[in-house]
């Protein structure tokens, strides 16, 4: 190279670090580049690897690969080349090989902190949670003032389940860096996860005040904890702000769980989960769909969750696997979340053709696993619910994905082929407020088991209830409970003499908080009677002393409503527009009790009362629960488990025949 040309090069380069965007100084880099000819010293490859970061920063990443590649056939040990290699790489979405181009510039530069940050970072998106940790702290430990490193190793952590050592991790960021906001919004996160919802609120709040890039994500959550610990004072304002922000769409990140509690209409969730899926799986790189071919005898079908323990999900789905016909399909099930070593793992472990834990898979190793078992329907049984793992159906590992029991509404993915309800949860009026095709599978989507226990019913007097009186029951999480609907509560208990609400003990605040507002309604003391929480059996015979179920709205009770059934107490529930309003309906008419499925809150109060007084009418309706539950279609489970086969045998043969998914109801069994 020639002192002019060299001279040259470096004026250009000068210039584009001062103005990535310079114009003039990246043509005169090409040129002087051009002049080079044949590949040559070391500054000529690093003035490549320039060239190619200018054009990375003006967005043009294709062509900026180029020119890294030919920088690194040069001068392939230059650590700074493959660390721009990586932001391009990025930039393009290609995050396997970003982390890689990382790890590499982190062998060659071992003492530059950015490079295994860069890499934990896209470690941890592709769900490599224990490679991305040693990374970030090979990160921190080489520059402890690194807020970015200590920022995602509490993530990492975060999500391996150790809170203590995130929330260490989220004030180290903080005291780095006091006004991130984005550190006061995980820190947040954690304290809530880490079971101090009340804690939460602080981070949040000052996260808020502070400014974030997408405010709806955090927003989101503060409403839900203030939910959880019945804080209703500027809620509504709050949600309000939620509710534009999703229908202006001016945000990705809110949770479309707790969006569901706003009742703010099918059209919104589906606008809100479609933003949420784009931004929770746009890393992601998808397999390329594997088709299906020609008729099957035996569908292979694999159920994903986290839920393979003690949990609400397992308790209604274990007698169905039990129940499923193994000439028509062979299931298996994949877990990606903890086992407790209990009863119901063991149940389900055996219940399975197969058992497979994939939890310490990354999404994209988890996917490969179930298309290697050479899946055929894959049904995700989490959605978007507590620990779901949605990227790996993102990845498309299975020819045809369905959601399932788990998430009550849309996920708004294009990687979601069906949803499975029925007639009233999902009828086909709503179809267009949904991204995948519905499927209804006859009279209730939701399976049980008929097979869990309920212990011996224990007296009043040991549940701290009055031996006589109207007992009122609501099992359901206090964050379902609001305002307006409390404000019927009271109404009712003021009036029917001796009458009594009795609510689930969630949260110790929460329990004060609706004391509060109970006296506020001119509530007396004793009037709410919080139980606290029992082993299953225990907790299916209190249903028992109960005289009516007084569900929730817009977000009603679910397992909770098939428990009160299963036990013999009567739900009175509200039919709302979405799915999560419709459920309790479902349930309702699946066993038999049609009638306490009403149409407004209004109709809810008064039936309510009425039932109140009619103490022979209450009898009635329990005696009818006592005779039909055995028979009645919503405890059936060999109908559901056939209902399925049917389903799952309709979607098979619709892909078969190359056409695209559509929506179809299952028909009853001859």
């Not at 965007?21 to 051009?34: C, T, V």
Request: one cysteine or more; proline letters at 6%; hydrophobic letters at 45%.
């Amino acid at each position: 190279m020639t002192a002019d040309l060299r001279a040259r090069i470096g004026k250009c380069r000068a210039a584009l670090a001062a103005a990535p965007g310079d114009s003039a100084a990246l043509a005169g880099l090409f040129g002087a580049l051009d002049a080079l000819g044949e590949p040559g010293t070391p500054e000529e490859a690093v003035a490549r690897s320039a060239c190619g970061e200018a054009l990375r920063r003006q967005g043009r990443a294709v062509d900026a690969e180029a020119h890294h590649r030919a920088a690194l056939s040069w001068l392939p040990d230059f650590g700074g080349n493959h660390f721009n290699l990586g932001l391009t790489l990025q930039a393009l979405g290609r995050i396997a090989e970003a982390a890689d181009a990382y790890g590499e510039a982190a062998r060659l530069m071992p003492r530059f902190a950015a490079a295994p940050c860069n890499q934990g970072v896209l470690l941890r998106a592709l769900g490599h949670r224990e490679a991305a940790e040693t990374a970030l702290r090979r990160a921190v430990s080489l520059d402890p003032s690194l807020v970015p490193g200590w920022l995602n190793l509490g993530a990492v952590v975060q999500e391996l389940g150790r809170a203590e050592a995130a929330i260490g991790c989220y004030r180290t960021a903080l005291a780095l860096r006091p006004d991130l906001a984005e550190a006061h919004a995980n820190l947040g996160l954690v304290v809530k996860e880490a079971g101090r919802p009340a804690d939460s609120l602080p981070a949040f709040e000052r996260a808020l005040a502070l400014g974030l890039p997408d405010a709806g994500g955090v927003l989101a959550q503060l409403i839900q904890q203030m939910r959880h610990l019945c804080r209703w004072d500027g809620l509504a304002e709050r949600s309000a702000q939620l509710v534009a922000l999703v229908r202006g769409g001016a945000t990705r990140q809110v949770h479309p769980w707790i969006f569901l509690g706003e009742g703010a209409g099918p059209a919104a969730e589906l606008v809100c989960a479609g933003r949420y899926a784009d931004w929770r799986t746009r890393m992601i790189s998808v397999m390329p769909v594997r088709r299906a071919a020609g008729p099957r005898g035996r569908l292979r079908v694999g159920y994903l969750s986290a839920d393979y323990h003690e949990h609400a999900t397992a308790a209604l789905i274990a007698e169905l696997i039990e129940r499923h016909d193994r000439n028509r399909v062979e299931v298996v099930g994949y877990s990606y979340g903890p086992d407790d070593g209990g009863s119901m793992r063991r149940r389900l472990a055996a219940s399975f053709d197969r058992f497979v834990d994939i939890t310490a898979c990354s999404h994209a190793d988890a996917a490969t696993r179930i298309r290697a078992d050479g899946v055929d329907i894959l049904v995700d049984l989490k959605g978007y619910t507590q620990h779901a793992r949605p990227e790996i159906a993102a990845h498309r590992p299975a020819p045809i994905q369905v959601q399932w029991l788990g998430y009550p509404g849309t996920m708004g993915a294009g990687f979601i082929d069906y949803v499975i309800g029925d007639p009233l949860v999902t009828p086909f009026d709503q179809q267009p407020f949904y991204a995948e095709r519905i499927v209804q599978i006859p009279s209730c989507y939701q399976p049980n088991d008929r097979s869990r226990p309920i212990g011996p019913t224990p007296s009043r007097a040991a549940c701290g209830l009055p031996e006589r009186g109207m007992v009122f029951c609501c099992f359901n999480a206090a964050y379902k409970i609001t305002p307006d609907l409390f404000d019927r509560w009271c109404r009712l208990l003021g009036t029917v003499p001796d009458s009594v609400l009795w609510l689930l003990d969630s949260h110790p605040e929460a329990s004060a908080n609706l004391r509060r507002e109970a006296a506020c309604r001119g509530m007396g003391e004793g009037r709410l009677i919080f139980a606290p929480r029992r082993p299953a059996a225990e907790h299916l015979a209190r249903y028992r002393l109960a005289d009516l179920f007084l569900d929730t709205a817009p977000v009603g009770a679910h397992t909770t409503a098939s428990d009160a059934l299963w036990a013999g107490l009567p739900v009175l529930t509200v039919t709302g527009e979405g799915f999560a309003s419709r459920v309790g309906t479902s349930l309702l008419h699946a066993a038999g009790l049609p009638e306490l499925a009403v149409r407004s809150l209004v109709e809810y109060e008064g039936t309510a009362l009425r039932l109140a007084r009619d103490p022979a009418g209450i009898a009635r309706l329990k005696a009818r629960l006592a005779v039909e539950r055995d028979r009645a279609a919503l405890f059936d489970t060999d109908r559901i488990a056939r209902a399925l086969e049917r389903a799952y045998a309709t979607m098979w043969d619709v892909q078969a025949a190359g056409e695209p998914p559509r929506p179809f109801t299952v028909p009853e069994e001859d």
